[in-house]
């Protein structure tokens, strides 16, 4: 079974621009939360989805936002983006409420943004 | 709001002898999973193990076992017989078993390194 796919796993971007990172979860999973981590902040959760809904968000400025979609894919993106959106961004999927509700990790997105 | 701490941002251990990371977490809730994740360079977190906080049995998953001590609020992780691979990033995480959410709340790592 492939496990979490994110892409791209690494992009440059500069001051001003907006970024869609994309996540394709583990086959049956439909839920999918993402996390930014920096060598400052550590690792920060920016928000978690089921069933292309929101169900929970982190301290994050509107900027940054998210999406899933009907096939459990999901999508954050990021406008207007500012020297400290530089980070790994992490997505996770689990099948929420069934079994052992693992949380399964993706390579990340690495983003830079200049 | 919940917050986890590792008091060790660097750890070392030779090839097979044992290491344990230390993690402290504040939380009132009674109810709440603890985990450990492995970060290697490939990025990838993976999950070493997982306790309940109902259970009072530790945790173990082969050279890899916690020490729950639930009214201390510790949770650290013991690695028997380390090898080379196990060098990596290790997190601390919190989830509240309330509400539904699987958000988690991280500590800021140990480093691992594992010396021949």
């Known amino acids: 079974k492939a496990g979490v796919t994110q892409t791209p796993r690494y992009l440059i971007k500069t001051r001003g621009q907006q970024v869609t990172l994309s996540c394709s979860p583990i086959?049956?999973?439909?839920?999918v939360s993402w996390y930014q981590q920096t060598p400052g902040q550590g690792l920060q959760f920016l928000f978690e989805y089921f069933s292309e809904t929101q169900r929970n968000k982190g301290n994050f400025p509107g900027r940054f936002s998210g999406r899933q979609f009907s096939n459990s894919r999901s999508e954050m993106n990021v406008s207007t983006l500012e020297l400290g959106d530089s980070a790994l961004y992490l997505c996770?999927?689990?099948?929420?409420?069934?079994?052992?509700?693992?949380?399964?990790f993706g390579s990340g997105t690495q983003l830079s943004v200049l | 709001a919940q917050t986890v701490t590792q008091s060790q941002p660097e750890m070392s251990v030779q090839e097979a002898e044992t290491v344990t990371l230390s993690c402290t977490y504040d939380?009132?809730?009674?109810?709440?999973?603890l985990f450990w994740y492995k970060q290697p360079p490939s990025r990838q977190m993976i999950l070493v193990i997982r306790?309940?906080?109902?259970?009072?049995q530790n945790a173990t998953e082969n050279r890899f076992s916690v020490n729950f001590q639930k009214a201390a609020k510790s949770f650290s992780l013991k690695i028997s017989d380390s090898q080379l691979g196990d060098a990596a990033m290790y997190f601390c995480a919190y989830r509240s078993a309330q509400g539904g959410s699987e958000k988690l709340v991280f500590g800021k790592g140990t480093k691992l390194t594992v010396n021949p």
């Open positions: 939380t009132s809730e009674s109810d709440y999973y």
């Open positions: 996770a999927s689990s099948t929420r409420g069934v079994g052992d509700q693992k949380l399964f």
């Open positions: 086959s049956g999973h439909r839920s």
């Open positions: 306790q309940e906080a109902y259970k009072q």
